[in-house]
C-alpha cells in the first residue's frame, strides 16, 4: 500500500510556495504541471506530450510549463516527440531527482499529471495529494481509490490525448483547496498504516482466541459462583477472569476503532 511521510509531503505555506516555485524558475504567472516517474511505455508519456500540444493552443496553456521528473528508455524519443509537436519550448526533461527535489516540485506545482496506461497504487499520487496538490490520471488500477474525480483531481481514460487536453484545462482553470486534498489522503500517513496494521493484526489474533477465552470465561464464571456461596473467591481466579474480561472489551475497542478508520 502507498504511503507518505507527513513531514516530508504537506502543503505549504504561500509565501513558501512562492519561494520554492521562484527556485524552479516558475513565473508568479505561469501554470506548473510536473509528471514523476520512469520514462517507459507504460508511463504513456507520448499521450503526455500529444496532449500538451493541443493545450499550447487553447488559452488554458497559454503559459503552462511540463516539467518531467525522471529517466528512462523513453527519454530520447519523447525529447524528439516534443520537437515534432512544436512544444519543446514548454516541456522540460529534468532526470531523476532526490526524494527533497521531488516533494518541492510536488509543492511548487499547480497539478500531477500520470497518463499512465497500468498502474498500482503510485506513490506519487499519494505523494502529490500530500502535498495539497491535485492530480489528473488515467482511470486505472487503484489511482480511482487515490483520486476522487473532481474533489482531488481529475481522472480520465487512458490512451486518449483529447480526453487528457480537456482534463488538464479544466484542473488548470479551477480553484483547488490544498488542504482539502491533503486531507483526502491523510489516512495513509506512515503512522496511520502502522496503527490500522497493528489494529488488524491484534484483531486477528482475538478472533483466533476468542472461542477458547469466552469457554474459559464461561468455566471460571461457574468456578467462583461455586466458591462464592462458600465465601471464598481465590484472588488469583479473579484476577484471571478480569484479564480474560479485559481481552474481550480489548477486541471490542479494536473493531470500534477499525469501523472508524
Request: hydrophobic share 50%; net charge negative; glycine share 8%.
Amino acid at each position: 500500500c502507498a504511503g507518505y511521510s507527513s513531514a516530508v509531503f504537506h502543503p505549504r505555506a504561500p509565501a513558501e510556495r512562492a519561494a520554492l516555485r521562484a527556485t524552479l524558475g516558475v513565473a508568479a504567472d505561469a501554470r506548473l504541471v510536473l509528471f514523476v516517474g520512469h520514462l517507459v511505455p507504460v508511463k504513456a508519456l507520448d499521450v503526455l506530450l500529444r496532449a500538451w500540444a493541443l493545450l499550447a493552443r487553447d488559452a488554458a496553456g497559454a503559459t503552462a510549463r511540463l516539467m518531467l521528473i525522471g529517466e528512462g528508455a523513453e527519454r530520447a524519443a519523447r525529447e524528439r516527440l516534443a520537437l515534432e509537436q512544436g512544444i519543446a519550448d514548454r516541456v522540460e526533461f529534468h532526470g531523476p531527482r532526490p526524494q527533497s527535489a521531488v516533494a518541492a516540485g510536488l509543492a511548487a506545482a499547480d497539478l500531477l499529471c500520470l497518463p499512465s496506461h497500468a498502474e498500482g497504487s503510485p506513490n506519487v499520487v499519494v505523494e502529490a495529494l500530500a502535498s495539497g496538490t491535485p492530480v489528473v490520471a488515467s482511470r486505472v488500477g487503484g489511482i480511482p481509490d487515490l483520486v476522487v474525480d473532481g474533489v482531488n483531481g481529475l481522472l480520465v481514460a487512458p490512451g486518449d490525448p483529447a480526453a487528457l487536453c480537456g482534463a488538464l484545462a479544466a484542473a488548470l482553470g479551477r480553484a483547488w483547496d490544498p488542504a482539502r486534498i491533503a486531507a483526502s489522503i491523510e489516512h495513509l500517513t506512515w503512522p496511520a498504516l502502522e496503527l490500522i496494521a497493528l489494529l488488524v493484526a491484534q484483531s486477528v489474533a482475538i478472533d483466533y482466541y476468542e472461542e477458547d477465552l469466552q469457554e474459559i470465561l464461561a468455566n471460571l464464571d461457574k468456578q467462583i459462583d461455586y466458591v462464592a456461596d462458600k465465601g471464598r473467591i481465590p484472588g488469583s481466579r479473579s484476577d484471571l477472569t478480569r484479564f480474560v474480561a479485559r481481552t474481550l472489551a480489548t477486541k471490542n475497542q479494536i473493531i470500534a476503532a477499525l469501523a472508524v478508520l
